[in-house]
């Protein structure tokens, strides 16, 4: 069948803005769940767009999200577990892996199948992995294999990305508020690899697969064309910002008590042990990117937007300077 009518859960995220964008652009009439509109009211000016307030993570709404729907994509992700997520009330665990990452996993699989949906698709994270180290990777790792498990009538394709970059990302852009302010930045895991995948190219394999029959089943790793250490690409961003900066990578022993350090500072975390343990692990796929859904876009060729203005990178600085 042709997909038409498609639901985005995460749809107001960082991958999300950029996906519905792309889909919307295409024609596809897409629904969008927010806790509140104002969250998303850009998104509200497509006219292909339907923003529902509602709680995804209520089984009732959920299905009633999914009804009439030809595929529903999943992109809910939280980067760093908040300490309310380890509180027995509900409404707190919002906050947890285990409640993102398996939990809401989970309700889709259920809300799709009852509400008649054939297909499914998924994001995950490149080392997503049950034994790993990191809590992070655990849960990404567990619901991952849930959706798997999946069979008939749902069709499913679960995406694994490399850290994702471009405008609106919480990767690069946070190197370059930290930057812009101090000549000295000790990097934890200065030394770990990366192969960093542009957002667009992430929105573009997500769209092409909703109707490709042979990526049904099918798990995919997205990473962009070049492999980059830490430190290099907190180079990289000082050089596109033309800053001189001395970036001084951590080792293993010093980056666990700086991560440890970091989960004490109040507001947007920088680094958590959980990061660190992930980062243990290099996150690349020597393969790079899946040649069905096109090329992959080098860095070096769109990191010019880390120069556009953009008062609320600002304000963020502000606060970080401030210690708020």
Same mark, same amino acid.
């Given at each position: 069948m042709t997909i038409q &009518?498609? %639901?985005?859960?995460?749809?107001g995220g960082f991958v999300g803005h950029h996906l519905v964008a792309l889909l919307a652009a295409r024609g596809l009439n897409i629904r969008v769940p927010a806790r509140r509109r104002e969250a998303v009211k850009d998104l509200i000016v497509l006219p292909t767009v339907e923003i529902v307030e509602t709680d995804i993570h209520d089984p009732a709404s959920l299905? &009633?999200? %999914?009804?009439?729907m030809d595929a529903v994509i999943n992109l809910v992700g939280l980067l760093h577990e908040s300490d309310a997520g380890k509180s027995d009330n509900a409404q707190a665990r919002r906050g947890s892996f285990q409640y993102a990452h398996v939990e809401l996993p989970r309700k889709v699989v259920q809300a799709c199948t009852e509400a008649g949906v054939p297909r499914l698709l998924h994001m995950s994270a490149l080392g997503a992995e049950v034994n790993s180290r990191s809590a992070y990777q655990r849960s990404k790792?567990?619901?991952e294999a849930l959706v798997m498990q999946v069979a008939d009538p749902l069709a499913v394709t679960v995406f694994r990305p490399s850290v994702i970059f471009g405008p609106g990302d919480s990767f690069l852009t946070m190197f370059a508020d930290l930057l812009k302010l101090t000549p000295v930045v000790p990097l934890a895991g200065g030394n770990a690899r990366f192969?960093?995948?542009f957002v667009g190219d992430v929105a573009r394999a997500f769209a092409d697969a909703l109707d490709l029959q042979e990526s049904h089943g099918q798990s995919y790793n997205l990473c962009g064309p070049k492999v980059y250490t830490l430190a290099e690409l907190v180079r990289l961003t000082a050089a596109s910002l033309d800053l001189c900066r001395v970036i001084v990578p951590l080792s293993e022993t010093p980056s666990y008590f700086f991560a440890m350090l970091m989960e004490l500072k109040p507001g947007q975390k920088i680094m958590t042990r959980d990061n660190h343990y992930a980062m243990l692990t290099d996150n690349v796929c020597p393969q790079g990117f899946p040649p069905l859904f096109g090329k992959a876009t080098a860095l070096e060729s769109v990191i010019g937007y880390?120069?556009?203005?953009?008062p609320r990178r600002g304000y963020m600085a502000y606060r970080a300077h401030a210690g708020r």
């Open positions: &009518n498609v %639901c985005i859960l995460g749809g299905k &009633n999200l %999914c009804s009439g790792g567990a619901g192969q960093p995948v880390l120069k556009e203005a953009d």
